[in-house]
């Protein structure tokens, strides 16, 4: 019974999932590629808008059953960031699924060299960044990382 009440819930989570970017600043649009933590083989995570409901997270990275991941965007503080942050926060929120990381340093440094492969980031954006991660009192980029 328990068994059937997960697939349930995992099909009415489903139903509320887009392929395509759901939160975006109108100018950045990209879909997060990631493997598939069964099969291994890449495919778009899925991606659900919600409402502050994430605990103060900006967004959360979580896999699902079938193997896949989905990101879920907390659409009122998403908004309240500039759109370089909201650029960042995807590239982070991507890196959790690209590389199975549920460490907040490998998706800091991961998603900030893929931000800078993908769409460029300048050391004064990293500044702006790393500003924002003081507030809330981590460093950014993390220790060691070789961006």
């Known amino acids: 019974m328990a068994t059937l009440k997960t697939f349930l819930v995992f099909l009415v989570l489903l139903s509320h999932m887009h392929v395509v970017s759901a939160f975006t600043d109108g100018n950045f649009q990209r879909i997060c590629n990631a493997p598939n933590w069964i099969t291994k083989q890449p495919q778009p995570a899925l991606e659900q808008n919600v409402g502050n409901v994430l605990g103060g997270f900006h967004a959360f990275t979580s896999a699902l059953p ?4 989905l990101i879920q965007w907390n659409v009122p503080k998403m908004t ?27 998706a800091d ?35 060691g990382c070789q961006w």
């Open 109 to 143: 440094c991961e998603g900030l060299r893929h931000m800078r492969g993908d769409s460029g980031v300048t050391p004064s954006e990293v500044a702006q960044i790393a500003a924002f991660y003081a507030q809330i009192g981590r460093v950014f980029p993390p220790p």
């Open 66 to 69: 079938d193997g896949g991941w």
């Open 80 to 106: 309240m960031l500039p759109p370089l942050l909201q650029r960042f926060v995807f590239y982070h929120e991507c890196a959790h699924a690209r590389f199975a990381a549920p460490d907040e340093a490998i």
